[in-house]
Nanobody, 120 residues
């Protein structure tokens, strides 16, 4: 079993910054990829950013240049640095991890979510 524990959400004003963290714990061979998704009220969950392998990153267009995803592989932790936050960034942010257990067995896990609220 793998657990993802997120932290770092909160209430900030537009233009400010937040840093989210997510740590994976459990018994597994390695983490293939980690990422952040978000879900705003009344909207579907969307991909925000991912980091794969040795550091290949992808971002949704709306956060490019403002958000940075990074990873501490030794600590099985992924970070999302969010700068210049906008009202439309308000959402619950979920950590996601693709975990490899060996013998061609990959499973996907989700964190419980952390609320990010951006106000005027």
């Amino acid at each position: 079993q793998v657990q993802l524990v997120e932290s770092g959400g909160g209430l900030v004003q537009a233009g400010e910054s937040l840093r989210l963290s997510c740590t994976a714990s459990g018994t597994f061979f390695r983490i293939v990829a980690m990422g952040w998704y978000r879900q705003a009220p009344g909207k579907e969950r969307e991909l925000v950013a991912t980091i794969i392998g040795e550091g290949t990153t992808t971002y949704t267009d709306s956060v490019k240049g403002r958000f940075t995803i990074s990873r501490d592989k030794a600590k099985n932790t992924v970070f999302l640095q969010m700068n210049s936050l906008k009202l439309e960034d308000t959402a619950i942010y979920y950590c996601n991890a693709e975990v490899y257990f060996g013998l061609a067995r990959d499973l996907e896990y989700w964190g419980q979510g952390t609320q990010v609220t951006v106000s005027i």
